[in-house]
């Protein structure tokens, strides 16, 4: 069951067994109630002057007449306190009453009657009905008795009442504990996300999107030691855009960049899940590729890549080398990177001299 759809009573898990312990806590006894019981009928007589000359006292009060507000409000809480009043010499103290009182303590946590002021009021009432009880009475004995009830039950009240308020204030606390903790947790969220994409941006070359070259001899040398584990090959592919300065120069550095990022978009279309892909600087790229050797990476790779680089932009070419190591001896990540970095230069050298033959 929803707590909204509990009564007070309920909620708070007070039974008719805990209301009866509640009871011999301020002593009220069923003697009590009739004390109580018998003086209904003069209460009735004399209730509308002991309400008006309540509300009188309590509109004396800037903080409660301010709370009040008007007029309308006024004759509500008149209706209310009459009633009020007249349950207190019921005679009758059971779930019903304990409910009511119970409301009574949400209503005014609810409005923002703040403690004293409740007690302020419970001591005016209390006054004026014990006048009551002492000018009507023809027994002071009987009076005195009854006065004595009176004030148990007032206290029987005002414990409820507490209880409700405060149980409303823990309530409160605890809402906004929950939302506290619920944004701190999704501020710590929003944070490790945040951590993420900034640790991804510092991995990432801003241009191409590709890894930085910063991260390569890490990633690489724990590529190599999986490798190791698996006893695979690793095969570093290193490439070089020929002519990349005469590109910048004729065509201007915007086109110069819109190359590199066609080149670098080609290469991870190219590779696999698997596959690592760096901008290693300037007009330079690198590739790691495991499960895969000299023979494959050309075979399976650099061949794609190289069709794709003339599909795509025509007369740019590429230099291209690649290293293995494993699966039975290994290197180190940046000896590795050396040797497909020779491979490259080579593979470049050769194209500068074909390229100055075919110009000659």
Do not use: W
Request: with cysteine; net charge negative; hydrophobic share 40%.
């Amino acid at each position: 069951m929803k707590r909204i759809e509990q009564t007070l009573l309920e909620q708070m898990q007070i039974t008719d067994l805990e209301i009866e312990y509640r009871k011999t806590l301020f002593d009220f006894s069923s003697s009590d109630a009739q004390h109580l019981r018998s003086c209904r009928s003069m209460i009735e007589k004399n209730i509308e002057a002991i309400v008006s000359e309540f509300y009188m006292h309590q509109t004396s009060i800037p903080e409660i007449a301010l709370l009040i507000g008007d007029a309308d409000t006024l004759t509500r809480l008149r209706g209310a306190q009459h009633h009020y009043i007249l349950d207190l010499f019921s005679g009758l103290y059971d779930r019903e009453y304990v409910n009511n009182r119970l409301r009574i303590g949400l209503v005014h946590k609810r409005i923002g009657v703040d403690p004293k002021l409740y007690l302020c009021a419970v001591h005016t009432l209390q006054t004026l009905l014990h006048r009551a009880i002492e000018q009507n009475s023809t027994n002071p004995m009987n009076a005195k008795l009854t006065m004595m009830a009176l004030d148990k039950l007032l206290m029987f009240d005002v414990s409820l009442i507490f209880e409700t308020y405060v149980g409303s204030l823990v309530s409160e606390i605890e809402t906004a504990q929950a939302k506290s903790e619920q944004y701190a947790r999704s501020l710590e969220a929003k944070v490790k996300e945040r951590t993420r994409e900034l640790e991804e941006l510092s991995r990432t070359d801003a241009l191409t999107g590709l890894l930085n070259m910063r991260h390569l001899n890490d990633i690489l040398t724990t590529m190599l030691r999986a490798a190791q584990r698996r006893h695979e090959p690793v095969s570093v592919i290193y490439i070089d855009i020929n002519e990349f300065k005469q590109i910048n120069d004729t065509y201007g550095h915007q086109y110069g960049d819109e190359v590199l990022c066609v080149v670098a978009g080609i290469i991870s279309e190219e590779t696999r899940a698997e596959d690592k892909c760096f901008r290693y600087g300037g007009d330079e790229f690198c590739i790691v590729m495991t499960n895969s050797g000299e023979a494959d990476a050309n075979k399976l790779l650099v061949k794609r890549i190289n069709k794709r680089i003339e599909e795509v932009l025509g007369d740019v070419t590429l230099s291209i080398g690649v290293a293995q190591t494993g699966p039975v001896e290994y290197v180190d990540a940046t000896t590795i990177i050396q040797m497909a970095d020779e491979k490259m230069f080579a593979a470049k050298y050769e194209h500068h001299n074909i390229t100055h033959i075919s110009n000659t």
